[in-house]
């Protein structure tokens, strides 16, 4: 079977090996220039292999930070992921803030994190299979051609075509999938709007604050979380200044679906200013930023008010959609997804992913 798959992130990826390994012919399309999604790399000033020592360019996760693993089938995925060194423990100190102020939380909640960055899982499996890269699909048709069933085309926004294909998953947004499948029976079954957007901001500070928290979960009017990068195990140390000698204490911060609707369209710096404000205020210490980069996510954030759709599946197509959003979010889902997407257009029944 041909199969052509939209997206390369953890849902992508999770299907690509079902399918591999079922003998499919796989194509995958994505748009950006390497892996990941949510979960891809973006690089950032210099790594800093040793104290005074600079190293290759310094790699930051402006997705998901962590994620945690429940369902049997991707317990078993992570214990191969720790096996191959791919996947650690995060042994974090998480902290809380409300409005009755900042305090250690006692959560329990075992927490993981890829090694070095999270777009290391995704590079080998995609790797294994033709994919393109910058390859952004603006158009898609099932046609009646030479294959009796029907088959898939699809067109790039280059005017590239590419034709033939049996089965097609997509693993966009929900609001993308929405629009590349317009006039599709399936669009009915797809949430108007199950992801909401999302500031991420890393802020490098001149002066460390030395708080113990390595997480904060947090419920502000601006951000909901913040996770300092420094004390990540495996991660390598980076600078956002190409001048820089020293580590420098650096904290990620994601803003709220509501505070980043409000900036959605304002410039990187009023994004920085407003996130700085706000970790100041929750970390009750006032912040000296010598460097930052923002990062605006248009669909992110998963909205709990929207029920899940599940997987959605159209057997005469041979069309499913897959992410985290069909499953109601969290970095599990993305990948039990996939792995229940492969599992329909294989035999038509979801796979035991549960």
């Not at 090996?17 to 999604?37: D, I, N, W």
């Not at 912040?287 to 759709?309: F, G, I, N, T």
Request: charged residues 15%; aromatic residues 8%.
């Amino acid at each position: 079977m041909k199969v052509a798959v939209i997206g390369a992130g953890l849902s992508a990826a999770a299907a690509v090996e079902v399918l591999k390994a079922q003998g499919c012919q796989l194509t995958v399309f994505e748009k950006s220039r390497g892996p990941g999604g949510r979960f891809s790399s973006k690089r950032v000033g210099q790594a800093l292999v040793s104290p005074g020592e600079a190293g290759q360019p310094g790699y930051a996760d402006f997705g998901a930070q962590y994620f945690t693993a429940r369902a049997p089938a991707f317990l078993q995925q992570l214990q191969q992921w720790q096996q191959q060194q791919q996947v650690g423990l995060w042994p974090e100190v998480i902290y809380c803030y409300d409005k009755a102020g900042l305090r250690p939380s006692p959560d329990q909640q075992q927490r993981f994190i890829a090694v070095p960055q999270l777009q290391q899982l995704l590079k080998p499996v995609f790797s294994a299979v033709e994919t393109r890269y910058n390859s952004r699909i603006t158009e898609l048709s099932f046609v009646h051609d030479r294959t009796p069933a029907g088959s898939w085309q699809l067109a790039t926004e280059d005017g590239e075509l590419f034709s033939g294909f049996d089965a097609l998953l997509l693993t966009c947004p929900a609001q993308q999938s929405r629009q590349l499948l317009t006039g599709a029976a399936l669009v009915s079954q797809i949430p108007p709007q199950p992801l909401l957007p999302c500031w991420a901001v890393l802020l490098e500070l001149a002066e460390a604050t030395s708080h113990p928290a390595d997480a904060i979960f947090i419920r502000h009017q601006v951000l909901r979380f913040a996770a300092r990068q420094n004390d990540k195990p495996g991660h390598l140390a980076f600078s956002l200044s190409h001048h820089a000698t020293e580590p420098a204490e650096q904290w990620l911060v994601h803003l709220t679906a509501g505070a980043s609707a409000a900036l959605l369209d304002a410039s990187s710096d009023e994004v920085i200013a407003a996130a700085a404000e706000a970790l100041s205020e929750v970390l009750a210490y006032p912040l000296k930023v010598q460097a930052a980069l923002a990062h605006r996510w248009l669909y992110a954030s998963y909205d709990d008010a929207v029920p899940p759709c599940g997987v959605l599946f159209d057997q005469k197509l041979r069309l499913a959609l897959a992410g985290d959003w069909t499953l109601g979010g969290r970095v599990e889902n993305a990948w039990l997804s996939g792995q229940q997407a492969a599992a329909l257009l294989l035999n038509g029944k979801p796979g035991a992913s549960s």
